[in-house]
């Protein structure tokens, strides 16, 4: 019987505290193989680990999911009991790799992706325009009306330029525009 767990982690730390949790929830267990990728800045913490299988039959197959799906910042742990019937480097590899797989479906599995914040004041007749400009890049987090409007919000850092772009040329660069 095979049984995966994934989990998102932010650091190297955290996951190997992750693994340790899996192993000690089933110490009973033939093996517990586990694999990690986080990515923290330019560097990245990649392990693999076959827990007494065969080199290279189970910790590197799950290893290769996150991998060839471009998963970072997840540990994912496949704990094995022997069920008695040996399955051969293949099986055994195809197995891990299967749980990892459904173990990570099950999971799910969430976009990250650097943002920027910006304050923006302006008239009320472009309420509409600059909101739904903000929506399409972003999220409004805070909204203040007065004399004037101020929106405090996020866009995406990969489409900041095209954000500014726009809305210079949508408001005909009428509005006070700040990275805070």
Known sequence: MFIGYAKPVTNETEAKAFVKEIKELHEDANHNVSAYFVKEGSSFALRYDD???PAGSSGKP??????????YNAAVVVTRYFGGIKLGFGGLSRAYRETAISAIEEAGTVEVFEEVRFRIRFGYPEIQK???????????????????????????????????????????????????
């Open 62 to 71: 799950v290893f290769k999911v996150l991998e060839s799906k471009g998963i």
């Open 130 to 180: 600059i909101k739904n400009l903000i929506e399409e890049h972003g999220k409004v987090e805070e909204e203040k009306y007065s004399d004037a409007v101020e929106f405090i919000f996020l866009v995406k850092k990969s489409f900041e330029e095209n954000f500014i772009e726009k809305l210079a040329n949508l408001t005909r660069n009428k509005v006070e525009l700040e990275k805070i």
């Open 51 to 53: 827990d007494g299988e």
